[in-house]
């Protein structure tokens, strides 16, 4: 059974950071990349970023236009985790972060088949 358990949101004031954390059972996140995934009430869930692994040639990740710069996804494969780690947080980044893993990478949220439970991030201006 596949399992994804997100930690690290909370309320942060503007122009500060927080890094998410993604832990992952069941599914080794070598082999299945993982996406970092936003959504506000009422509108779609939107990509952030991913990360996939080649032993040939690593990490391979992939931002959304509006993060990139500011976020960096990165991975532990010893212990299974993902982390976000988020930058320069404005209020449009408040919304419930979600981890999730796939069969192959994109930004495409129908494509991710197991997801966590969202940890929530308030950004106050």
């Known amino acids: 059974q596949v399992q994804l358990v997100e930690s690290g949101g909370g309320l942060v004031q503007a122009g500060g950071s927080l890094r998410l954390s993604c832990a992952a059972s069941?599914?080794?996140?070598?082999?299945?990349?993982m996406g970092w995934f936003r959504q506000a009430p009422g509108k779609e869930r939107e990509f952030v970023a991913a990360?996939?692994?080649?032993?040939?040639?690593?990490?391979?990740?992939y931002y959304a236009d509006s993060v990139k710069g500011r976020f960096t996804i990165s991975g532990d494969i010893a212990k299974n985790t993902v982390y976000l780690q988020m930058n320069s947080l404005n209020a449009e980044d408040t919304d419930v972060y979600y981890c999730?893993?796939?069969?192959?990478?994109?930004?495409?949220?129908?494509?991710?088949?197991?997801w966590g439970q969202g940890t929530q991030v308030t950004v106050a201006s």
């Open positions: 999730a893993s796939t069969k192959v990478v994109g930004s495409d949220p129908s494509r991710y088949r197991y």
């Open positions: 069941g599914r080794t996140f070598r082999n299945y990349p």
């Open positions: 990360i996939s692994w080649s032993g040939w040639t690593g990490y391979s990740t």
